[in-house]
């Protein structure tokens, strides 16, 4: 069973255009969390999740915006899409210390 | 500032020991975290220490001193599947708990 799931893998598309990335986790924890990792490897947090309130907004565009219907769900909605957000973006979930992460989702804005 | 430092690239050959140091720099601290990530995957969590000393878990063991700002990852009998990105992060008390991770060092291990 996979704890935590993203969809798509992979997304291609145009700029300007307006999509989303789905993450679900199976573990049952609290907190959900969106990772950037640009081509440089760079990992950088976006949001975080706990029990459905947004507990951490860092510096990201408005344009970006985490929806989380339920605990096991935190879905990301780009609007407007940028060539600056091609990268993989990772979902995750902790518990405690240990983060578990999604496999990723490889975005690449044309 | 918050910043964590760590070396880019690491290279050493299959069986050898090879040390990762990484040196934080927080406005509050609950702990180290050590992930792994290989080429095309997502990090997976290695260890944590959260306490001075040193936490063994196989063929890797992992070094905080909170009174220096300082950990280190070990690697012993390395592996050719051990080349992988390696990341350390700490937890932020005071600031939402929030997780930072460093660029990560790029280990290479040679037959």
């Known amino acids: 069973d996979t704890a935590v799931s993203q969809t798509p893998k992979y997304l291609v598309t145009q700029m300007g255009n307006d999509k989303s990335i789905k993450c679900e986790q199976n573990?049952?924890?609290?907190?959900m969390y969106w990772y950037k990792q640009d081509s440089k490897k760079f990992l950088k947090i976006m949001f975080s999740?706990?029990?459905?309130?947004?507990?951490i907004n860092e510096t990201v565009p408005n344009r970006f915006s985490p929806k989380s219907p339920d605990k096991a769900h935190l879905n990301l909605h780009i609007n407007s899409l940028e060539l600056g957000d091609s990268a993989v973006y990772f979902c995750?979930?902790?518990?405690?210390?240990?983060?578990?992460f999604g496999p990723g989702t490889r975005l690449l804005v044309l | 500032g918050q910043s964590l430092e760590q070396p880019s690239e690491v290279t050493a050959v299959e069986g050898a020991i090879v040390q990762i140091n990484c040196t934080y720099q927080?406005?509050?601290?609950?702990?180290l975290s050590w992930y792994q990530q290989h080429d095309g995957g997502a990090p997976t969590f290695l260890s944590y220490?959260?306490?001075?000393g040193l936490e063994e878990t196989g063929r890797f063991s992992s070094f905080l001193s909170r009174s220096d700002s300082y950990g280190y990852l070990l690697l012993q009998e390395l592996q050719m599947k051990d080349s992988a990105s390696y990341f350390c992060?700490?937890?932020?008390?005071?600031?939402?708990?929030?997780?930072?991770f460093g660029a990560g060092t790029r280990l290479t291990v040679k037959p």
């Open positions: 220490n959260a306490l001075d």
């Open positions: 927080t406005s509050g601290f609950y702990g």
């Open positions: 995750a979930s902790s518990q405690f210390e240990t983060q578990y």
């Open positions: 999740y706990n029990n459905k309130e947004l507990i």
């Open positions: 573990l049952g924890h609290d907190t």
């Open positions: 992060a700490v937890r932020e008390s005071g600031n939402n708990n929030d997780m930072r």
